[in-house]
């Protein structure tokens, strides 16, 4: 399974580096979002600062659709779908594979608009241990619900327009969770941000389990 | 095909037979007793006054969503199950969330107009309103994506696997005001010593009644509109060639004309069966 989680995700992510989508358009997209945040808020910026987590994580879960989506539709063109499913490969492995390509992917997003809401938000860093494995809980947790809910839509001419209805309410839990979490971190909120990291942990622990114990049915089936 | 109970789907072109009329008629009985216990019989609430009186509307729709979603993940568990694999589940499943989505849709709006009489606010961001504003969105998305998949089989398994994970969220919405601090008050009925006596008990657990006669009535109907949906995209292709065939009478028929099957040099095909084809249940090993 781990070798088959390896070989799908790197081929994900050679396909990433030699296409420069992730690096030409979903960067520019995420710093483009944080902007506008900034426009729309430009007037006071006490409030761009008191949001600032909620502002990134938000950025992060449309930056979330988008290699959700990407990573689904290098696989509808040249029938390269059925060659997954005709690959022998372990669903349970492409499922780690292709989760594993979308979280490498949405980490590397994540430094970027961490700098992004210092830099135009003024936010202030404080414990970074906290900051730093409630991204690490929710990358996890995000990258695992996106990739079973974007295998259910993969294969149907409408997965643009139903990926983002199927996914965001799903994953709302984590942007209030990881909301929560990095506001304790950034002392603008007295919550024990520990705490929810715990229903971070308990949300990407329950999407991989369904992803490893479903992905078979739904490579068979979506 | 099988049949699941009292559920059987008529082979009439209606939804309706004698079970459905006795149900219709009990919950109209029954929504009406609901309606003169709880506008006329019960006293106002000495705090909220005459506002109390949506408890005989808001918690039995709460109650009955949360069913509707409950039956939708239990036939999908049970389609995706081999042994009892059966399109008969599939169906069940989806009629149980779309008329859960039904009582949904009900129970936030009278909730929110509770809210704006009892808090002020239309809404407020408390974790019971948040849960189960998200628990519409992801069951209106399990009906988007059953919309979607034109494969009879792919849709009843993708789906299946959907709404056994959707139904995750009924538990945590309906424990919401037991785990976090919420301004949404806890559990009136299901208590040690509830919260309400008399008329206002009586109410509440005649709208109970109320409610569940209609989701049942609701949801034999829509059960067997599925049934009938499935039938159609089974079977009409077949139907409709061959009401053309009879249409077109005997002289223009298959095997009548050059070229046409059955003629010298055509290849033969078989005509399409003028009597329906049975259902095939879906394998039981994906």
Redesign the interface.
């Known amino acids: 399974m781990w070798r088959d989680a390896v070989l799908v995700g790197g081929k994900d992510l050679r396909v990433e580096l030699r296409s420069r989508v992730a690096t030409m358009q979903v960067a520019p997209y995420a710093i483009l979002v944080l902007l506008l945040f900034g426009f729309a808020f430009d007037q006071n910026h006490a409030l761009l600062t008191q949001g600032a987590a909620g502002l990134f994580w938000v950025a992060v879960l449309l930056c979330s659709l988008l290699a959700v989506q990407r990573s689904f539709s290098i696989e509808s063109v040249d029938g390269t779908r059925d060659g997954l499913r005709l690959s022998g490969l372990d669903p349970a492995g492409i499922f780690l594979g292709k989760a594993g390509a979308v979280a490498a992917q949405l980490v590397a997003l994540e430094v970027l608009l961490g700098f992004g809401v210092v830099v135009l938000f003024g936010a202030d860093l404080r414990d970074p241990g906290l900051l730093v494995l409630t991204a690490a809980v929710a990358t996890v947790g995000l990258a695992a619900a996106g990739t079973v809910y974007g295998m259910m839509a993969a294969g149907l001419r409408v997965r643009e327009t139903l990926m983002p209805l199927l996914i965001l309410p799903v994953v709302a839990p984590v942007l209030l969770g990881a909301t929560q979490a990095w506001m304790a971190a950034l002392g603008q909120s007295s919550a024990d941000g520990w705490k929810w990291m715990g229903l971070l942990a308990s949300f990407a622990a329950i999407y991989v389990t369904i992803g490893i114990l479903g992905f078979s049915t739904l490579v068979e089936e979506a | 095909m099988g049949s699941t109970g009292g559920l059987r789907a008529r082979p009439g072109p209606g939804t309706g037979d004698r079970v459905t009329r006795i149900l219709g008629w009990s919950t109209l009985v029954a929504v009406a007793a609901t309606a003169w216990v709880g506008l006329v019989v019960s006293p106002p609430d000495v705090v909220q006054g005459d506002l109390v009186r949506l408890i005989y509307v808001h918690p039995a729709a709460a109650t009955t969503c949360y069913v509707g979603f409950g039956l939708c993940a239990l036939a999908s568990l049970a389609y995706?199950w081999p042994r009892t694999r059966s399109w008969r589940w599939d169906q069940l499943a989806a009629a149980s969330a779309e008329v859960g989505v039904v009582f949904c849709v009900i129970t936030i709006v009278t909730g929110s107009i509770w809210g704006r009489g009892s808090w002020g606010v239309w809404w407020t961001w408390d974790a019971r309103l948040?849960l189960t504003a998200?628990l519409l969105?992801?069951f209106?998305?399990y009906l988007?994506?059953r919309r979607?998949?034109a494969d009879r089989?792919?849709r009843a398994?993708?789906s299946a696997?959907?709404g056994v994970?959707?139904a995750?969220l009924v538990p945590v919405d309906h424990e919401a005001t037991n785990w976090w601090q919420t301004l949404h008050q806890g559990n009136t009925l299901l208590r040690s010593n509830p919260l309400i006596h008399g008329w206002q008990l009586v109410g509440m657990l005649l709208s109970f009644a109320a409610f569940g006669l209609l989701f049942s009535w609701l949801l034999v109907h829509r059960f067997r509109v599925e049934v009938l949906e499935d039938r159609y995209e089974v079977e009409g292709f077949a139907t409709a060639i061959a009401e053309r065939r009879a249409e077109a009478g005997p002289a223009v028929g298959p095997g009548v004309g050059p070229g046409a099957p059955g003629a010298p040099g055509a290849p033969s095909v078989p005509a399409a069966p003028a009597v329906p084809v049975p259902t095939p249940e879906p394998a039981s090993q994906?």
């Open positions: 995706l948040t998200l969105a992801v209106i998305g988007a994506l979607a998949i089989r792919s398994m993708v696997i959907f994970v959707a995750l994906s």
